[in-house]
């Protein structure tokens, strides 16, 4: 068995689950480019004064597990059925309550009561704003690190081959959403950056984490596609893949 096929049996007999990159990150067959911000020293200082916490998509509950000690009433959802029981395995024994929900409706219908939480963050999940107003207290805030709708463009011409048409999920955009629906923007950021990958198996491994994007991807049905990117990446030494991030802190204006 070649390099090339070795890497391709590790693409299709990993398990990935929740939103954990260690696997290729920890050998740095990955690495992110550092953005202008941070995501976690955004929040922290929040969390000193709030009593109700939400944290909106919380994936496998990797991210908010690391802001212990969190607010006593903490609150996660989860609408990808498989992170469910994994974000409930991890943040249950910390006090908090994992809710699923459904997530083909852009989290327009959430289980809470007007103005109950102090608080709400958000990392990479979709959000209504209405129902982020109505379920936020006035004055409180809505903080948010999206996913740009450039991201992986790159990698999905790669494998794909074909005209993209390209949405205008941006900073701007949802910046004038937010405040169309009575928010006031505290704090916003934008970066169009890269994330490097050293071998197509890491590659693979974390094209897997997008079912949504290639719903039936295994490495097999790709072979073409991620043999020509093998070699690129013998030639070059890696292959950057399009990472697109906006950061937006928003505050519920009262009446």
Request: charge should be negative; aromatic fraction near 16%.
């Amino acid at each position: 068995m070649d390099y090339f096929e070795q890497l391709m049996e590790e693409i299709d007999n990993y398990n990935f689950s929740g939103w954990d990159f260690s696997y290729i990150l920890e050998t740095g067959r990955m690495q992110e480019v550092p953005v202008k911000w941070n995501y976690f020293n955004k929040i922290k200082p929040y969390l000193y004064n709030v009593k109700r916490l939400l944290d909106l998509g919380t994936g496998g509950g990797e991210r908010l597990s690391k802001f212990t000690p969190l607010p006593q009433e903490t609150y996660a959802t989860e609408g990808y059925k498989p992170n469910v029981e994994i974000a409930r395995k991890k943040l249950e024994p910390l006090g908090i309550r994992v809710i699923e929900v459904d997530g083909n409706e852009e989290n327009s219908k959430l289980p809470f009561d007007d103005n109950f939480f102090d608080l709400i963050i958000d990392r990479h999940e979709s959000y209504c704003s209405q129902e982020i107003y109505r379920i936020l207290a006035d004055d409180a805030h809505f903080i948010t690190q999206q996913v740009g709708s450039l991201t992986i463009v790159n990698l999905i011409q790669l494998l794909d081959n074909k005209g993209l048409e390209i949405s205008n999920w941006n900073l701007n955009y949802a910046e004038k959403e937010l405040k169309e629906n009575n928010f006031e923007i505290v704090n916003s950021i934008e970066e169009i950056s890269f994330i490097r990958f050293y071998d197509v198996g890491a590659l693979g491994i974390y094209i897997k984490a997008f079912p949504w994007v290639f719903p039936e991807f295994t490495a097999k049905k790709y072979e073409k596609e991620l043999m020509y990117i093998h070699n690129s990446i013998l030639n070059e030494g890696y292959i950057d893949i399009v990472y697109h991030l906006f950061f937006i802190d928003a505050k519920k204006k009262g009446f």
